[in-house]
């Protein structure tokens, strides 16, 4: 059973960092993405980056300049560093991943880290 573990959420100030974390672990046989999202209280669910394999990086343009994503292969993990944090970058963040394992390949979501900005 594959699944995705997030960490790395909290109370930050405006202007301040945070560097989300998400780990991917079970009978994993390859992983064609993985990426961020966050969905805002009355919001939809939205693209803040991703990383596809390892030749193609995508943002939103709300995070650009201020969000990097990275990805560790031997680990099979993401992270979002995120600087420059605004208050409209409140939201719970959610990482996805597009996985192939014995069960074949299906697209994984994480619980979720609730990222608040606030002074």
């Known amino acids: 059973q594959v699944q995705l573990v997030e960490s790395g959420g909290g109370l930050v100030q405006p202007g301040g960092s945070l560097r989300l974390s998400c780990a991917a672990s079970g009978s994993i046989f390859s992983i064609r993405y993985m990426g961020w999202y966050r969905q805002a209280p009355g919001k939809e669910r939205e693209l803040v980056a991703n990383v596809i394999r390892s030749y193609s990086t995508n943002y939103s343009d709300s995070v650009k300049g201020r969000f990097t994503i990275s990805r560790d292969y031997a680990k099979n993990t993401v992270y979002l560093q995120m600087n420059s944090l605004k208050p409209e970058d409140t939201a719970v963040y959610y990482c996805?991943?597009?996985?192939?394992?014995?069960?074949?390949?299906?697209?994984?979501w994480g619980q979720g880290t609730l990222v608040t900005v606030s002074s």
């Open positions: 996805a991943a597009g996985i192939t394992s014995i069960s074949g390949y299906r697209e994984v």
